[in-house]
């Protein structure tokens, strides 16, 4: 099929806008799909998509659609992920595209993610169709989210087609517009090979499946090609597209989308952004790549029992082919043994790579507490990035600690907006301007450390404002703040595993709730063991465990009181030596338990 006949799109929108159920209605209208094939989310394949109800990978089809101008089109679909942590998945999938379809929710309406995916979309140029979804609904209000199309986004809601994704409603006016808006792909005359790989994963039995989108030059079985990152060679023994499982066919084509199985064995050879060209006539100039992806959040990843190190690092390798956002370098801790230091986007993107080591690979883990990268000057003028708390130079050789910070943007119901201040200026963040939406809602813009949104600022947002808040976040730089190393000292000696970089306002507050963590899980010893915050030199907080009481006296019936008494001197002597040179041994579980919370 000729490129002119051929259209690649995605769909994006917020979380929970319809996406997922949008593509599962396209597939069935264009029979892509047959009806014993038909299930809900159907292009959600992990466990983890269904069971969340969220989309964590973008995942391509091709579906055929006799228009109403009497054409055969070929419709290149990619549905994303509509989560801020997964918003480098967007931005790989829309580079592979010439159009979008961007979804707002009727009764909704626009929401912080919404303008955010619009950014990306027309960051890379794409025509952009507005979707109002969810017309069916009692409490739908198409006319207020076309205003908020125009207001808010500045697209025009002529063009908008209200559907209901779930009612099948509007579906053949979405692929009108497709074929009728978004522009075909244009393709080079040099005839060169050039195809982009925006995704890949890894197959058991064939190795590592590369997903493709050709810009010019064909791909078939058997042709040599390179990767002109690596320069490496291989041979093409597989190629084809998703409908929407993988089927093979004779070639790709300019403007396919589609996958590619080359002799690549290990999952580094292949990376994401590359161009693939062929090795005999190969493309002067690569085409140009997504930009590199930096983490924001850093955490220890070590397997629960020390034997499966070897099978954990085989497995974060697995994962990290398909999802170049994820970062890992092996590091070993006294207290956890040898393990990796692991990079994410959030914490929600965090959470899904752990569930995925335990599903997928059957990998018990635990994690240290998620921290982020702090740049370090010392005194004479040395610049260091630091992501461990462990790494931190001594406090006299440090002159000025830098943290990361971001720009939120929070939409939120009018009368919410005095609770959503406070919840600011509680996580040291500052309000920049706050701009009315509509008449009932509000987005504030306001700067916050990273290091303070990182693990509950979500759920608090969520809960002040019943569920109706939504967020976004992008990275902002760094700056400089009264920030401190606290070290958490048990019977005297540091325990590296706790040591943490806080705010010198809120050292206190978290040295206390640490410390009375630790004293519920800490084995009771023979001497009283104290649990200790410092800063530096400087105890912050104390706890302390009571000694066990072993009867000495017992054997004593009756007899002359200074009996006793020596007893006890003898016995209190003995506890004396005891807290001078005795150590006291952390279980495993009180890592874990402690981590945990």
Known sequence: ????????????????????????????????????????????????????????????????????????????????????????????????????????????????????????????????????????????????????????????????????????????????????????????????????????????????????????????????????????????????????????????????????????????????????????????VALPGFKEIHPLVFSGIYPVSTDDFESLKAAVGKLQINDSAFTFMAESSAALGFGFRCGFLGLLHMEIIQERLRREFNMDVISTYPSVIYEVRKTDGTELMVDNPSFLPSAQTIDVIREPIVKVYIMIPNEYIGDIMGLVMDKRGSVENTETLDDRRVMIHCTLPLNEILVDFNDKLKSLTRGYGSMDYEHAGYKADELVKMDILIAGDPIEAFSCIVHRGKAEFRGRALCAKLKEVIPQQLFVVAIQAAIGGKVIARESISALRKDVTAKCYGGDITRKRKLLEKQKEGKKRMKAIGKVNIPQEAFIEVLKS
């Open 1 to 284: 099929m000729s490129a002119e006949l051929t259209r690649n799109f995605s769909i994006i929108a917020h979380i929970d806008h319809g996406k997922t159920t949008l593509s599962d209605r396209l597939l069935e209208f264009t029979n892509t799909i047959s009806n014993r094939q038909k299930q809900d989310q159907m292009l959600d394949s992990m466990d983890l998509e269904r069971e969340r109800g969220i989309t964590i990978k973008a995942h391509p089809v091709t579906m055929e659609y006799p228009a109403k101008d009497g054409k055969i089109y070929k419709l290149n679909l990619l549905d994303t992920p509509g989560h801020v942590d997964f918003s480098y998945e967007v931005s790989r999938s829309l580079a592979a595209c010439e159009g979008a379809l961007l979804l707002v929710d009727a009764s909704q309406g626009v929401e912080a993610q919404t303008v955010a995916n619009l950014n990306l979309a027309m960051q890379q140029d794409l025509y952009v169709i507005p979707v109002i979804n969810k017309v069916d609904l009692p409490n739908a209000d198409v006319e207020k989210a076309k205003r908020q199309l125009e207001d808010i986004l500045q697209l025009s809601a002529d063009e908008a087609v209200p559907a209901s994704a779930k009612m099948g409603i509007g579906i053949e006016e979405i692929l009108e517009s497709i074929v009728r808006l978004v522009p075909p792909p244009t393709v080079p005359e040099d005839g060169y090979l050039r195809a982009s790989v925006f995704d890949s994963v890894f197959d058991a039995y064939r190795g590592v499946v590369s997903y493709v989108r050709v810009m010019s030059g064909t791909i078939t079985r058997g042709q040599k090609v390179r990767m002109m990152s690596t320069g490496n060679d291989y041979e093409i023994k597989d190629v084809g597209v998703f409908r929407p499982k993988m089927t093979p066919c004779e070639k790709l084509e300019p403007g396919d989308v589609g996958y590619l199985i080359a002799n690549v064995k290990t999952t580094a050879d292949v990376k994401i952004g590359d161009t693939v060209t062929e090795t005999r006539r190969p493309s002067p």
